[in-house]
C-alpha cells in the first residue's frame, strides 16, 4: 500500500514542487466542477482559454487539454472549434466576451445607427481604424467582413469600405 501511494505522490509532482497525490487533471477537472455547482460557470458559458487554465493552475496545456476531453466525456462541457470551451449542455445559449473584431463591429454599428456615418459615405482607413480603437490590421479587417456579412458596409477595391443603404442593414440589429 505505501509503494502506491509513493508511486502516485510521485505521479502529482511537478517540477515546480509537490502537488500530492490527486493528479493534476484531476484537480483541474475538480475546480471547474466545483465552479459550475456553485454557479460561477454557468451553462453556455466560455471557459478560460487554455492558456489561461494552464497559468491558473500551474499546469502544461497538454494537462489542462486532458482535463478538458475528459470533462467534454463525462458532458460537463462542450467545445466548438474555433470559438472554445462552454458549460454544458450543449445546447445551452453561449455566453462569452466579445472578440475584438466583434467589439469594433458593434461601436461602428452604432456609429451608423446614430448617423455619424450616412449610406455611402466612406469609412475611416485600416490605419485609422487601428489608431482609433487600439486593434490589430487583422481585428479591423474582421470586423470589416463582419459588418459587410450583416449587411452593414460594402467595399469598393482600392476606393474603401462605405456605409450601405438603410434598406440593406440587418433588420434584426434594428429591432434591438
Request: hydrophobic share 40%; proline share 7%; net charge positive.
Amino acid at each position: 500500500m505505501l509503494k502506491y501511494l509513493e508511486r502516485n505522490i510521485v505521479f502529482g509532482m511537478t517540477r515546480r514542487g509537490q502537488r500530492g497525490p490527486v493528479p493534476i487533471y484531476r484537480q483541474i477537472m475538480a475546480s471547474i466542477k466545483a465552479d459550475v455547482a456553485a454557479g460561477v460557470l454557468k451553462p453556455g458559458q466560455a471557459l478560460p482559454k487554455e492558456d489561461d487554465l494552464a497559468k491558473q493552475h500551474d499546469a502544461s496545456r497538454l494537462t489542462v487539454r486532458k482535463a478538458l476531453a475528459l470533462l467534454r466525456e463525462e458532458r460537463v462541457i462542450y467545445t466548438q472549434h474555433p470559438k472554445g470551451s462552454y458549460v454544458g449542455p450543449e445546447g445551452a445559449p453561449q455566453i462569452r466576451d466579445p472578440w475584438p473584431f466583434e467589439s469594433v463591429a458593434a461601436q461602428v454599428t452604432e456609429l451608423i445607427r446614430g448617423g455619424e456615418y450616412e449610406p455611402d459615405t466612406v469609412l475611416p482607413s485600416e490605419n485609422e481604424m487601428m489608431e482609433t480603437y487600439g486593434v490589430a490590421k487583422n481585428t479591423v479587417r474582421a470586423a470589416m467582413a463582419l459588418l459587410r456579412e450583416q449587411g452593414w458596409v460594402y467595399t469598393v477595391p482600392a476606393m474603401g469600405t462605405f456605409v450601405e443603404k438603410r434598406d440593406k442593414w440587418n433588420k434584426e440589429d434594428l429591432s434591438s
